[in-house]
């Protein structure tokens, strides 16, 4: 009986995760586009007129890419927490799902594959144009591959978690301007994507702790830890195990938070 329960969980899951992605693949190559143009954008300002301008460190327009490639998860997820939000004080859709026969955190961890599977598609896709735009600077043999994979789904699935909890707390799509403006966009900055841990711990040490309370600053350090090499970065295992357990910390709080919006505790 319990290994019928399982198959029926597993097979809904696989046909929930097909059926939404049957939506986002038409708006794929678009996504991609987007995210190719910011970070075209982005590096030839960077290398270009910022190292013409300030002489900027070499190495610096990698380092930009590689930030942007690790940030790309985090911009899909404000469409995606906007629907979510839209869907608790609307059709509540997510109420129906929660009601099938299999149990509810299914549903939930489901809606967070989806959205890291979306994120990692788009940034995936920006690794031939990063070599593209840098070419002999950005060598895809040095990168470690295994070690950026874990990374690179890890720090996806968190960014999932945690707007899936950002969802479960939101009252209504005013507050979304809020949730960006106070919290994403100052997380994101500070989590060191135009300059390293160790560059802020030269500058400022207290600064620097601080931001290891910044899950983000762990897929910043981690991405390029692995993409670029060890040297100067935070360790990527740490970086590893710290996006594993806030990953873990907000999924069960957002699927707590979530039932209690929906009047299921």
């Not at 610096?60 to 790309?72: D, E, H, N, R, S």
């Not at 509540?92 to 989806?114: D, E, G, H, M, N």
Request: glycine fraction near 6%; hydrophobic fraction near 55%.
């Amino acid at each position: 009986m319990d290994r019928l329960k399982a198959r029926f969980a597993c097979k809904l899951f696989v046909d929930l995760c097909r059926e939404e992605f049957v939506g986002f693949l038409k708006l794929l190559k678009d996504k991609i586009i987007d995210q190719g143009v910011w970070v075209s954008i982005t590096t030839l300002a960077t290398v270009y007129l910022m190292g013409k301008q300030f002489a900027v460190t070499p190495g610096f327009g990698l380092f930009t890419i590689v930030g942007c490639i690790a940030a790309i998860g985090l911009f899909e997820i404000y469409a995606q927490v906007f629907s979510m939000v839209g869907d608790y004080i609307g059709d509540r859709r997510i109420a129906y799902f929660v009601t099938l026969p299999t149990k509810s955190w299914v549903i939930f961890v489901k809606q967070i594959v989806c959205m890291a599977l979306k994120g990692m598609s788009i940034s995936f896709a920006i690794i031939p144009l990063a070599k593209l735009l840098l070419w002999n600077e950005f060598c895809l043999t040095n990168v470690s591959w295994l070690t950026f994979l874990l990374i690179f789904i890890w720090g996806n699935l968190f960014v999932a978690a945690f707007a899936l909890f950002f969802s479960a707390i939101l009252e209504s799509y005013v507050k979304m301007g809020m949730f960006w403006n106070r919290l994403i966009f100052p997380l994101w900055l500070m989590s060191g994507w135009q300059f390293s841990w160790a560059t802020m711990h030269g500058l400022n040490p207290w600064l620097a702790y601080a931001m290891l309370l910044n899950p983000l600053t762990y897929i910043m350090e981690g991405t390029r830890a692995a993409m670029i090499g060890q040297s100067g970065y935070l360790n990527v295992w740490l970086c590893l195990g710290a996006l594993i357990f806030f990953t873990f910390f907000f999924t069960v709080i957002a699927i707590y938070k979530i039932k209690q919006r929906l009047n299921l505790v």
